[in-house]
């Protein structure tokens, strides 16, 4: 077996090092500590700083610290995982706060806190706000029934018409009940659309009052094809004295047949000719 050469074995010598943590010795290597340099002792045995270094017998270095946790904090430098206090199991019960101490003493880096994220800010609805905004929903929902009330009473005019137009006029007043009048083509359904408004009388012209008129316009045009929304406002003077205020709210439904839309939405439109 080949011999080593003495300066080999001097520096495998000078390599190991023996820390006396308050009477409680450990043997390590030079370079285990000096892997984490911005810590005590990677910054102690740095070579930069060994003339500042004063070992005893050779190579041990006494450590005025606790001897028994010090085992945790060079497992630290052993694996890279830093200690915490429900991992610190032994004969000698070490409270997470002697653990800090001793962390916090040999300049072991600990990740930061994650900061608590902030819970997500939602906006706060007045109770009036609220209010007004259900009332709104209720009123669309109304409209929509409406709609949907006269397109099925016209279902066959719908079917077999190249134009149809068939609508709806309220007058929403602030005092008198609701006016209908329902044009092109006439039907006998006054009694039914009468029942379905008649709770909004005072809330339409209020909701119209407050320039919510044309934001429920804009959503019923969009989200029901074919439906036409016009609303005006009148002031009828009756005398020096007495202003009315009128608002009158037509709802169209127009509707043009579209030979190909309707092929190109049937299985008919696969066999199309393009």
């Known amino acids: ?17 023996v820390l006396n943590v308050g009477g409680v010795k450990y043997e ?23 003339e500042l270094l004063h070992p005893k017998n050779g190579n041990e270095y006494f450590i005025d610290r ?7 904090i ?3 430098y052993r694996t890279g ?32 806190p994650e900061e608590p994220k902030p819970n997500p800010v939602i906006p706060k609805i007045s109770i009036r706000h609220k209010m007004i905004a259900q009332e709104i929903d209720n009123f669309v929902e109304a409209l929509k029934k409406v709609i949907h009330l006269m397109s099925v009473k016209f279902y066959e005019e719908f079917l077999i018409n190249q134009n149809f ?7 929403f007043h602030k005092c008198d009940p609701l006016r209908l009048y329902i044009f092109a083509p006439p039907a006998n359904m ?8 008649e709770p909004f009388e005072r809330i339409g012209y209020l909701l119209f009052e407050s320039s919510f008129g044309p934001d429920i316009g804009r959503y019923i045009s969009s989200t029901m094809n074919g439906v036409v929304w016009e609303i005006k406002e009148q002031v009828k003077h009756y005398d020096s004295n007495c202003t009315i205020k009128l608002y009158d709210l037509r709802i169209s439904i127009v509707d043009t047949l579209d ?7 049937t299985c008919l439109g696969e066999t199309a000719l393009s």
């Open 1 to 17: 077996m080949p011999v080593e050469p003495f300066d080999e074995l001097q520096k495998e010598s000078n390599e190991r090092i």
């Open 28 to 50: 390590t290597c030079r370079t285990t500590l000096t892997k984490y340099p911005d810590t005590m002792l990677g910054t102690m045995f740095h070579e930069r700083n060994s």
């Open 66 to 72: 606790d001897g028994h946790i010090f085992r945790y």
């Open 74 to 76: 060079l497992q630290f």
């Open 81 to 112: 995982k830093i200690p915490t206090s429900d991992k610190v199991i032994g004969l000698i019960p070490i409270t997470p706060q002697e653990l800090e101490a001793e962390l916090d003493y040999f300049m072991i880096p600990r990740p930061k």
């Open 165 to 171: 137009e068939v609508g709806i006029e309220m007058t």
């Open 190 to 197: 006054k009694a039914t659309i009468q029942k379905i408004m």
């Open 259 to 265: 030979h190909d839309d309707i092929i190109s939405n």
